[in-house]
């Protein structure tokens, strides 16, 4: 395994927050809608936009 030769993480603390939100919004966003009796293509569809816009969102403010 490499070592780190002084190089920074590959995504800074605020940035793996935002996605991290957004990845709880996501999934809620899906199971909710599996829960509905949607199809899991609709779901899909729903949780991605649910991704999408929180990470919208929490990168606004989020400072």
Avoid: E, K
Wanted: charged share 10%; with cysteine; hydrophobic share 55%.
């Amino acid at each position: 395994m490499s070592q780190n030769q002084g190089q920074g993480p590959l995504l800074g603390l605020r940035s793996a927050v935002i996605f991290l939100l957004g990845l709880l919004a996501a999934t809620g966003m899906g199971l909710l809608c599996i829960a509905s009796g949607d199809s899991l293509a609709r779901a899909g569809l729903a949780a991605a936009g649910a991704f999408i816009t929180a990470v919208i969102f929490f990168d606004t403010i989020i400072d």
